[in-house]
């Protein structure tokens, strides 16, 4: 299935949106946007001392907030919802979150499998998955590779021809755009074959995502993430962790995570 004119119809408009959105939403503020959000908290904070340094004006403050507290649940939601978003975002915050994705997954236990699964994920993160992929063949980690992913396939496989592994042990499917789709697809290929034991290859913070997906198509899954390029920016590796928890709570809501049987053609 390398022959992208054979895809069945993909229903990945839901996925190209969330991707539009989550690199939005960590873009850099625009200066005047960064200027008047710090006006608005100087002026906040101005008010609230100015309140607690007037009587009159804490009382009326007091009964406003009464009228107001049939909302108070809604309120702190979003106050509970921004602080998140705020923590997630810093520094600390992202590492914290990455760590929690990568903490769940096994360590590679240097078993041999049916086959080596490489999934794609664009250009800027294809070189250390080519390079983790080849090296796992020349061990004689398994027999045949198998690389997965719209658009980046053909180029995975050109290069690991490149670094002369035979072309009769990789094959592929060029079909797949989401990670449902890349464990449907490379199910329907390989199941029929009786693969089942395969070593997944992708990076680290797709990894637990990637695993629960493949395990739900009856894969038995050997993990083999590959880190993050060292020049890697902070907004990229900020897209990449925010767009996997938004994923992993798609996935959760829509019972991806279950058993149950693979068909290509399926939406």
Not at 66 to 84: E, P, S, Y
Not at 106 to 121: Q, Y
Not at 141 to 164: C, H, N, T, W, Y
Request: some cysteine; charged content about 20%; glycine content about 6%.
């Amino acid at each position: 299935m390398l022959d992208s004119a054979a895809c069945p119809r993909s229903q990945s408009t839901w996925a190209t949106f969330t991707w539009a959105i989550t690199h939005r939403l960590t873009q850099p503020l625009p200066l005047a946007l960064r200027i008047g959000l710090l006006a608005l908290l100087v002026l906040a904070l101005v008010w609230v001392v100015w309140t607690l340094r007037h009587p009159s004006q804490r009382q009326r403050t007091q009964r406003w907030l009464r009228h107001l507290r049939w909302n108070r649940q809604r309120t702190q939601v979003v106050v509970i919802v921004t602080l998140a978003c705020l923590l997630i975002t810093s520094p600390p915050g992202l590492a914290l979150a990455t760590h929690a994705l990568t903490s769940q997954i096994p360590a590679d236990s240097g078993a041999k499998a049916a086959a080596i699964v490489v999934l794609g994920r664009g250009q800027r993160l294809m070189d250390d998955r080519i390079d983790a992929t080849a090296a796992l063949w020349q061990a004689n980690r398994a027999p045949r590779i198998f690389v997965s992913g719209r658009g980046d396939a053909k180029r995975i496989v050109r290069q690991l021809l490149e670094k002369a592994i035979p072309g009769n042990v990789i094959n592929g499917e060029n079909c797949s755009l989401t990670t449902e789709e890349n464990a449907r697809f490379t199910a329907a290929l390989l199941r029929p074959q009786g693969v089942k034991q395969i070593i997944l290859v992708t990076d680290s913070p797709h990894m637990l995502r990637s695993r629960l997906t493949f395990q739900s198509y009856g894969f038995e899954v050997i993990a083999h993430p590959n880190a993050l390029p060292p020049d890697l920016g902070y907004r990229e590796r900020l897209e990449l962790v925010v767009r996997e928890y938004g994923g992993m709570f798609s996935y959760v809501l829509k019972g991806r995570f279950g058993e149950r049987e693979s068909t290509a053609g399926r939406q």
